[in-house]
């Protein structure tokens, strides 16, 4: 039995452009679809995840999901949405990439079922590579007319933007190839659906024309909107670059800092698109969170959810215990549980001081630590009156004028974290 997808994505605010006819195809049995991913890194970002999102409700709704990855497109560049022509890749990068891209998509897709909507990886390299340019001009091009590729939105924009370079050949191309992969897959796969951002409507419109033009047939097209964030910066943007689902490119922590720092708007928002909790589930937490805000109940389930989604579990928990040792109150053998990535992680941007680990021998008094060793506070005048105050702690535990430092507060054998106050922290750092 196969569910309603389009009423799916349409109250989970999925739904941008849909042809006419395709809810109705879609609940006449199993059906195909697919969505482009680009393979121009090893890592998937959560610009990707809305695609991603959509083809596991396709599959959950009962039907095949077709991931396909563009080693062929990849090598030309996508005008959509870009003012510039992108650096082109070589085939080994391309493989390389194909397959740390799979392995994050089997956390979304299921691949590895007997059941007949089990989820397909395909490369349009694959069918592209050996494809001649006489044949495809020949074959493909003659379809269609120069007046209809000159229509598209993603060329007039470019042909009509400041940019000196202008388009090439190559980018005019790319809606020939990407409607060919259409082609290709109602060919091969029967898939007769594809999807992808709502940039993409004239490219998937493009596939639409030449099943028609070239078999005969009907395909069908559907988008879903560009995601934005409610200030009007990008989403999936930090100052460091993109959010990545590699836990080598972004660590679980700050991914899970970014969802959780989103606002209440955009929460609201992301909480439908992101996660795969029901309606009635996302109305009851917008309920509970619009009647205490300050608790941010939406943006807590938000990254919990998709941070064990994108991760695990044990992540998602590490992660919060992290987050509860810079904002919360959290113990010194929490603190000694993080691993030095975290720890540097969540003490990003914090003052440091470097000491030689032999001062640790016999031990490193607080004033030294608090002054005259490392520059926290200003004089040892105003350490020894923090320390009278009760205001200091060592690994977030209060400590007095008598206290020592020694190996066994060190954190990874090499940090001590001092704190004056609440908000004041200051790494030592042992070599």
């Known amino acids: 039995m196969t569910k309603n997808f389009v009423k799916e994505l349409e109250w989970r605010g999925m739904l941008h452009d849909v042809m006419p006819g395709t809810e109705e195809h879609l609940l006449r ?30 599959q959950l709704a009962g039907h095949r999901p077709v991931a396909l990855v563009g080693g062929a497109t990849g090598m030309i560049g996508d005008p959509s949405g870009k003012s510039a022509e992108r650096n082109l890749l070589d085939e080994e990068t391309l493989r390389h990439n194909q397959e740390a891209i799979k392995e994050q998509l089997a956390r979304f897709l299921d691949f590895e079922s007997d059941e007949k909507n089990a989820a397909i990886l395909v490369n349009n390299y694959d069918w592209m590579k050996d494809f001649s340019f006489l044949d495809f001009i020949r074959d493909v091009g003659k379809h269609i007319t120069v007046n209809y590729m000159m229509a598209k939105d993603s060329v007039k924009k470019r042909l009509s933007s400041d940019a000196k370079e202008g388009m090439s050949f190559t980018e005019f191309t790319y809606q020939l190839v990407q409607g060919y992969d259409f082609l290709h897959l109602y060919r091969e796969y029967d898939c007769t659906l594809q999807m992808g951002g709502s940039d993409q409507w004239g490219n998937i419109t493009t596939g639409t024309e030449l099943i028609r033009r070239i078999d005969g047939g009907k395909g069908y097209a559907l988008t879903c909107p560009l995601i934005t964030k409610a200030d009007g910066s990008k989403f999936g943007k930090t100052e460091s670059g993109n959010i990545w689902l590699d836990a080598d490119r972004t660590s679980p922590y700050k991914f899970y800092q970014y969802w959780l720092n989103t606002s209440d708007e955009d929460a609201e928002k992301y909480i439908k698109i992101f996660t795969l909790l029901p309606k009635e589930e996302i109305e009851s937490l917008v309920g509970e969170h619009n009647q205490a805000p300050h608790l941010r109940i939406l ?13 695990s579990r044990q992540d998602f928990e590490n992660a919060v215990r992290a987050s509860e040792i810079l904002f919360g109150k959290s113990t010194s053998d929490q603190l000694k549980q993080l691993d030095e990535k975290t720890f540097l992680e969540v003490f990003e941007g914090v003052p440091q001081a470097e000491l030689s680990g032999d001062v640790l021998d016999e031990g490193l008094d607080m004033v030294a630590a608090l002054a005259a060793k490392t520059g926290f506070l200003k004089s040892n005048g105003e350490a020894i009156r923090e320390l009278k105050q009760n205001a200091i702690s060592v690994n977030k535990e209060k400590v007095g004028q008598q206290h020592t430092i020694t190996k066994n507060d060190l954190i990874n054998d090499k940090f001590v974290l001092l704190q004056r106050g609440k908000k004041n922290y200051f790494v030592l750092v042992f070599k």
């Not at 990254?303 to 064990?308: D, K, L, S």
């Open 299 to 311: 943006q807590k389930k938000l990254a919990e959810e998709v941070t064990v989604m994108v991760h």
């Open 29 to 58: 049995g199993i059906q195909s679809a697919y969505v482009g991913i680009d393979p121009t890194a090893d890592s998937l970002h959560i610009g990707h995840l809305v695609s991603v999102m959509m083809l596991r409700h396709f």
